[in-house]
């Protein structure tokens, strides 16, 4: 009887072994089309391998914020809306990028950096921000008044920063860890400072109070301008390819929810089709999800 057991769970083994379980293939599959959305599979590219030799210890608070991807996709959504709000920024996304044709090509190649900046080995990461301040040198023009701007202005690139560090943490705290002490989102903002930093921001913010304060202090020069509003549309209403319809509504519901009161009632946006409860419901039970597919992999 007893090698009877032995041999059925033996053969039980090389079954599971030889054909997957359903719950192994719906992981596989949700890891593979989230890191398909990530990553420019066409041309090989592939995930971040996270180093014990990058710019934050493993187990640090920007680490843990930056590898949830739910709370990173709306966190980036609601980042964006308010950049746009900045006319610096906004015309520097007008004159000087394909947002119009490839708006997702934009957002993966943001999530690239961050990936790469958080957890890629130091060298690629300096690299990377090497690259990128590359890049704002071209960036340069004149606001419709004629006021002259440049992606190299350290204020202009601080707002860019703070409307990412503070959508990224916001949507961490809504959907992944709503009791993250205090001083966990102060060390994430240190954190993130060294980046923005790197990339020659001036002033960031190095704790949430300072964070706060400077997004009030800043409100007086973002403007809710048509031009503002049609970067928001295509943000929230351009589908990536292959990318089901209700994922790309209820992450862009969720990103819209979590804006302040003053960046909807600018970019004219209402509350998600759903409602603010739906569409949290739906966007929490896609994290747990993928936070169930990820922890296996």
Same mark, same amino acid.
């Given at each position: 009887?007893?090698?009877?057991?032995?041999?059925?769970?033996?053969?039980?083994?090389?079954?599971?072994?030889?054909?997957?379980?359903?719950?192994?293939?719906?992981?596989?599959?949700?890891?593979? @089309?989230?890191?398909?959305?990530?990553?420019?599979?066409?041309?090989?590219?592939?995930?971040?391998?996270?180093?014990?030799?990058?710019?934050?210890?493993?187990?640090?608070?920007?680490?843990?914020?930056?590898?949830?991807?739910?709370?990173?996709?709306?966190?980036?959504?609601?980042?964006?809306?308010?950049?746009?709000?900045?006319?610096?920024?906004?015309?520097?996304?007008?004159?000087?990028?394909?947002?119009?044709?490839?708006?997702?090509?934009?957002?993966?190649?943001?999530?690239?950096?961050?990936?790469?900046?958080?957890?890629?080995?130091?060298?690629?990461?300096?690299?990377?921000?090497?690259?990128?301040?590359?890049?704002?040198?071209?960036?340069?023009?004149?606001?419709?008044?004629?006021?002259?701007?440049?992606?190299?202005?350290?204020?202009?690139?601080?707002?860019?920063?703070?409307?990412?560090?503070?959508?990224?943490?916001?949507?961490?705290?809504?959907?992944?860890?709503?009791?993250?002490?205090?001083?966990?989102?102060?060390?994430?903002?240190?954190?993130?400072?060294?980046?923005?930093?790197?990339?020659?921001?001036?002033?960031?913010?190095?704790?949430?109070?300072?964070?706060?304060?400077?997004?009030?202090?800043?409100?007086?020069?973002?403007?809710?301008?048509?031009?503002? @509003?049609?970067?928001?549309?295509?943000?929230?209403?351009?589908?990536?390819?292959?990318?089901?319809?209700?994922?790309?509504?209820?992450?862009?519901?969720?990103?819209?929810?979590?804006?302040?009161?003053?960046?909807?009632?600018?970019?004219?946006? @209402?509350?998600?089709?759903?409602?603010?409860?739906?569409?949290?419901?739906?966007?929490?039970?896609?994290?747990?999800?993928?936070?169930?597919?990820?922890?296996?992999?």
């Amino acid at each position: 009887m007893w090698r009877e057991h032995v041999y059925i769970d033996w053969r039980m083994a090389l079954i599971d072994t030889i054909l997957p379980r359903p719950s192994d293939r719906l992981r596989d599959a949700l890891v593979r @089309r989230v890191r398909a959305t990530f990553n420019d599979t066409s041309s090989g590219q592939k995930p971040v391998p996270p180093s014990d030799d990058a710019l934050f210890a493993p187990d640090s608070p920007i680490r843990m914020v930056h590898a949830d991807v739910t709370a990173m996709m709306v966190g980036g959504i609601r980042g964006l809306l308010l950049q746009m709000l900045h006319p610096h920024a906004l015309q520097g996304v007008l004159d000087h990028s394909d947002f119009r044709a490839d708006m997702h090509g934009r957002l993966r190649r943001t999530a690239r950096f961050i990936a790469i900046t958080t957890y890629g080995q130091k060298d690629d990461a300096t690299k990377a921000i090497k690259r990128v301040n590359a890049i704002h040198e071209q960036v340069s023009g004149t606001l419709p008044d004629g006021t002259p701007y440049s992606a190299r202005d350290p204020r202009t690139l601080a707002f860019v920063h703070l409307a990412e560090a503070t959508s990224f943490l916001a949507a961490y705290l809504r959907y992944v860890r709503p009791t993250m002490p205090l001083a966990e989102q102060d060390m994430y903002f240190r954190q993130f400072a060294v980046v923005a930093r790197l990339l020659d921001a001036d002033p960031v913010p190095e704790s949430r109070s300072e964070a706060e304060r400077m997004m009030r202090e800043r409100r007086g020069e973002l403007r809710g301008s048509p031009e503002a @509003r049609e970067v928001a549309d295509l943000v929230l209403n351009q589908r990536p390819e292959g990318a089901p319809i209700l994922v790309q509504q209820m992450l862009g519901g969720a990103a819209v929810d979590l804006l302040p009161p003053f960046a909807r009632a600018m970019l004219g946006l @209402r509350n998600p089709p759903l409602g603010a409860i739906g569409a949290r419901m739906a966007t929490g039970g896609m994290g747990r999800t993928l936070r169930w597919a990820f922890r296996q992999n």
